[in-house]
T-cell receptor, first 113, second 111 residues
Framework: DTGVTQSPTHLIKTRGQQVTLRCSPI?????VSWYQQVLGQGPQFIFQ???????GRGNFPDRFSARQFPNYSSELNVNALLLGDSALYLC????????????FGQGTRLTVV | DAKTTQPTSMDCAEGRAANLPCNHS???????VYWYRQIHSQGPQYIIH???NNETNEMASLIITEDRKSSTLILPHATLRDTAVYYC????????????FGKGTLLTVNP
């Protein structure tokens, strides 16, 4: 049983550019969530998608958007990158949307220069 | 999610039990207590969760006080590979779609 896979693992972008991060959940999991983790802090919730619909959104600007595809994979898009967007972006999948354990991928390390 | 409070860091000798406390005095009746850990540069890993009864699995035991205002995660025989940041999260209720992570406890297991 493969785990949650994220791509790419590392990425360097320039301020003002746009980035797309990808996530494939565990087979059979219909919920995907995205988290941002800056150095020294715990992960912060960005989005959750369940059955291809947005279930929740964290306190992030509109530059952040996401979607979930029919096969339950997901993409996180960030526009007009700022230096402060440099972080580890984590994807988590779970069977349902609530009260079940979440399985995290290894993350995408985004560096904005 | 209710706020949780954890010590910033703890040490434990290899082979001994590690007992990690968590305070969640404002937890509501439908919120579960979840524990995750994050080994350096990896994604968080689910450990265990419970509502009001004590729970045990192959990784750890979770002891929740009767008033549910605090809990303890127990790693019965800590190894060097258990060195990680441990997060206690009160999860459920109206915002049950997200996990609210604090700063967690850095557990260092020493040889």
């Amino acid at each position: 049983d493969t785990g949650v896979t994220q791509s790419p693992t590392h990425l360097i972008k320039t301020r003002g550019q746009q980035v797309t991060l990808r996530c494939s959940p565990i087979s059979g999991h219909k919920s995907v969530s995205w988290y941002q983790q800056v150095l020294g802090q715990g992960p912060q919730f960005i989005f959750q998608y369940y059955e291809k619909e947005e279930r929740g959104r964290g306190n992030f600007p509109d530059r952040f958007s996401a979607r979930q595809f029919p096969n339950y994979s997901s993409e996180l898009n960030v526009n007009a990158l700022l230096l402060g967007d440099s972080a580890l972006y984590l994807c988590a999948s779970s069977k349902r949307g609530e009260n079940t354990e979440a399985f995290f991928g290894q993350g995408t390390r985004l560096t904005v220069v | 999610d209710a706020k949780t409070t954890q010590p910033t860091s703890m040490d434990c000798a290899e082979g001994r039990a590690a007992n990690l406390p968590c305070n969640h005095s404002t937890i509501s009746g439908n919120e579960y207590v979840y524990w995750y850990r994050q080994i350096h540069s990896q994604g968080p890993q689910y450990i265990i969760h419970g509502l009001k009864n004590n729970e045990t699995n192959e990784m750890a035991s979770l002891i929740i006080t009767e008033d549910r205002k605090s809990s303890t995660l127990i790693l019965p025989h800590a190894t060097l590979r258990d060195t990680a940041v441990y997060y206690c999260i009160a999860h459920g209720g109206g915002s049950n779609y997200k996990l609210t992570f604090g700063k967690g406890t850095l557990l260092t297991v020493n040889p």
